[in-house]
C-alpha cells in the first residue's frame, strides 16, 4: 500500500506562502527592462564598432604613409564612408535581430541627437579644406564626432556617451601637440576606442 507522504509534502509545498518581497523585486526588474527597452536605443552595433575601429586603424596606418595634408585627407575622407556604411549597416543587422525598428521614438531620438554635431563637422571641415587649414581637421573630427556620440548616446546604453567624452577628450589633446600627431590620436580614437568600447558593447548588449 504506497505511503500517503508524498502527497502530504507536494500540499504542504503547494500551500507555502509566497514571498511577496521578491514578487515585487522581480516585477519593478520586469518594469524598468521594459520601460528601458522602451526609452533606449538598444541596437548600437558592438561588432560592427569594432569593425569601424579596424578599418580606422588601416586607415591611420596608410595616411602616414602619404607625403601631403590633402592626400592623408583624402584616405579619412574615405575612411569615414566606410565607417559609415558599416556602421549603419550592423545596426539594422542589429535591430532586425532584436527585434527593435530603425524608424522607433527611441532611434529617432538618437539619430536627431546624433546628427547635428556631424553635419556641423561637414561644415567646419569645408570651412578648413577652403582656408587650407588641414592640420586642425583630425582635432575638430574627433572633439565634434564626441559631441554626436555623447548627445545621440543619452537616448542609448550607458557605455556609449562613456566613449564619446572620451573622443572629445582625444580632440582636446589633439589641438595641444603639433599637427604630426593628428593621425596617431586619430588612430587611437577612431580606432582603439571604436574596437575596445565595441567589444564591450557586444558582450553586455547582444552583438
Sequence with gaps: MPSPNPIRRVSSEQNEPVNL???AIDNLR????????????????????MLMGVTAVVA?????????????????LTEAFLAFAI???AMWQKSKIAGESLVSAPARKFAFGFAPPLIAGVVVTLGLWRSGQFDLMAPVWMVLYGTAV???????????????WLFMAAGAIAFTLPAAYGNY??????????????AVIAKRYGG
Design 150 to 164: 555623447v548627445t545621440g548616446g543619452a537616448f542609448s546604453v550607458r557605455i556609449v556617451p562613456v566613449m564619446g
Design 30 to 49: 520586469f518594469i524598468r527592462e521594459t520601460m528601458e527597452r522602451s526609452t533606449h536605443f538598444t541596437a548600437v552595433p558592438g561588432y560592427g564598432g
Design 21 to 23: 518581497g521578491d514578487r
Design 185 to 198: 590620436l586619430m588612430g587611437a580614437s577612431f580606432g582603439m576606442l571604436h574596437i575596445v568600447f565595441g
Design 87 to 89: 556602421g549603419l549597416l
Design 60 to 76: 591611420a596606418y596608410i595616411a602616414l604613409g602619404q607625403p601631403v595634408w590633402r592626400d592623408q585627407l583624402f584616405v579619412w
